[in-house]
């Protein structure tokens, strides 16, 4: 099962397109605008967007760059516009995949399955992380307790100061994953702080130390930010 956020704003079309979705197994996020797209994605983790082009407020274009300057999350673009120059505009600003209104939604879940396995063969074939019934992630040799905020390794306790852990539990949560140093910073250190991009560089340093053999399974990733390694 998959975490898709849809962004249209026909309604209609948006609940067609959202049963289809789930029929298939998914769970459906549903936003009818630019501003209310990047609100539900910041809050909730998605691992495919599918994104009307014409929207109301931000339209799907600057949509599309503002989630691609935090991550790599593939983006399926819905457009009414069939000129090629528009279908390369919509890739030129991230976009992964393009379908040209109307279209049938045999095609529509022929084209999410694809850039889902896509996503299953860069994260090792897991998009998120095993979570037990008492939260606690589970990712082999490490364990991280979001209600305890603690985190071992082998069954030894790794002490994080809270940045630390709060930058690994985000993680954790989808291994995978890449997350732009931008992103990182805001919701960890919040919208307020005024700092660099090193601050999220430094203190991957030190939490790869701290974790040891377990460090180099925070991977970067050049050009966006960080990532950690199924």
């Known amino acids: 099962m998959a975490r898709v956020l849809l962004v249209e704003d026909e309604r209609k079309l948006a609940e067609l397109i959202r049963l289809q979705l789930e029929g298939a197994g998914h769970s459906v996020s549903v936003a009818v605008d630019g501003l209310a797209a990047l609100a539900t994605f910041a809050d909730q983790a998605a691992d495919l967007v599918i994104l009307d082009w ?5 339209d799907g274009l600057e949509v599309c760059r503002r989630i691609r300057a935090e991550s790599i999350v593939p983006v399926l673009m819905l457009t009414a516009r069939s000129e090629e120059l528009d279908r390369v505009l ?25 850039l889902l396995r896509r996503v299953e063969l860069m994260t090792g074939g897991r998009r998120t992380a095993e ?4 939260g606690v992630l589970e990712l082999g040799r490490l ?13 030894d306790t790794v002490d994080l100061t809270p940045k630390e852990f ?9 291994p995978g994953r890449a997350y732009s140093r931008e992103y990182l910073l ?12 090193r601050t999220v560089d430094s203190t991957v340093t030190r939490l790869r130390r701290k974790l040891g053999a377990l460090g180099d399974r925070i991977a970067t990733v050049w050009g966006v930010g960080y990532k950690l390694l199924p």
């Open 54 to 58: 014409m929207l109301p407020g931000l």
């Open 90 to 114: 919509g890739l030129e600003v991230g976009a992964d995949d393009y379908l040209t209104k109307p279209f049938s939604m045999p095609e529509l879940l022929a084209r999410t399955r694809a």
């Open 131 to 134: 979570t037990g019934n008492d």
């Open 143 to 155: 364990r991280v307790d979001p209600a305890g905020r603690s985190v071992e390794v082998d069954g």
């Open 166 to 174: 709060e930058l690994l539990r985000m993680l954790a949560e989808q």
């Open 186 to 197: 805001r919701r960890i250190w919040g919208p307020e702080y005024v700092g660099f991009d």
